[in-house]
């Protein structure tokens, strides 16, 4: 599986911006996807994920209510739309593909990642 992020980019605080990841290569019927953050020095941190096996996302407390995830099934992509942005939400941004559809903040449970992609707030 192969999964391509793009919509990075440097946005001011307040501002919105939306993140996408297609996964390639997967003939599963039941899936997960997530994306997850890293800044210099940090580890990388879970923010949100989603599953063909429910309508329910999860979301990192630092980020609820500001993102949203969704999922397009037809087209294995995954969407992280960013709303409220903070200069805290600078990170790289990271999607993976769960084959066991989890949802679940564990990074050990994704088996493939993405290359990644800089998002910058700016006060």
């Known amino acids: 599986v192969q999964l391509q992020a793009s919509g990075g980019g440097l946005v001011q605080a307040g501002e919105s911006l939306t993140l996408s990841c297609t996964a390639s290569?997967?003939?599963?019927?039941?899936?997960?996807m997530g994306w997850f953050r890293q800044t210099p020095g940090k580890e990388r941190e879970f923010v949100a994920a989603?599953?063909?096996?429910?309508?329910?996302?999860s979301y990192a407390d630092s980020v609820k209510g500001r993102f949203s995830i969704s999922l397009d099934n037809a087209k294995k992509t995954i969407y992280l739309q960013m709303n409220s942005l903070n200069t805290e939400d600078t990170a790289v941004y990271f999607c993976?593909?769960?084959?066991?559809?989890?949802?679940?903040?564990?990074?050990?449970?994704?088996?493939?990642w993405g290359q990644g992609t800089q998002v910058t707030v700016s006060s």
């Open positions: 290569g997967s003939t599963l019927r039941h899936y997960a």
């Open positions: 993976a593909f769960d084959k066991y559809a989890l949802a679940v903040a564990d990074q050990g449970v994704y088996d493939y």
């Open positions: 989603v599953t063909t096996r429910s309508t329910t996302a």
